[in-house]
Nanobody, 129 residues
Framework: QVHLVESGGGSVQSGGSLRLSCVAS????????MGWFRQAPGKEREGVAA???????IYADSVKGRFTISQDNAEDTLYLQMNSLKPEDTAMYYC???????????????????????WGQGTQVTVSS
């Protein structure tokens, strides 16, 4: 089983930037789809971004043009660069993976539903206005 540990969260002002990192350990070579989802208090889980093993990235409309997902396969690390942050980006951010999907379309579906198979403990992002 893959073990995911996030870091990089914090508090920033509106317009600021943060870079989240996620170190994965375990059977990472079998993971096709990795990504990030977030959840704010009282709100449903929201898929933010995902990347498949071929390097194709998918984003939620709410973060397109502001967030960039990337991965370092040699280091088994997933990143989420977040720029132009807004107060509505405030949430707990979770690194996640799903090993039951094997196509970009399936990965996009997982992201749309924020329905990944495994996730880490989360890192808090707070954006003040």
């Amino acid at each position: 089983q893959v073990h995911l540990v996030e870091s990089g969260g914090g508090s920033v002002q509106s317009g600021g930037s943060l870079r989240l990192s996620c170190v994965a350990s375990g059977y990472t070579h079998s993971t096709y789809c990795m990504g990030w989802f977030r959840q704010a208090p009282g709100k449903e889980r929201e898929g933010v971004a995902a990347i498949d093993k071929d390097g194709s990235a998918i984003y939620a409309d709410s973060v397109k043009g502001r967030f960039t997902i990337s991965q370092d396969n040699a280091e088994d690390t997933l990143y989420l660069q977040m720029n132009s942050l807004k107060p509505e980006d405030t949430a707990m951010y979770y690194c996640a993976e799903d090993r039951t999907v094997f196509t970009g379309e399936e990965c996009a579906h997982v992201l749309a539903l924020a329905d990944f198979g495994d996730w880490g403990q989360g890192t808090q992002v707070t954006v003040s206005s």
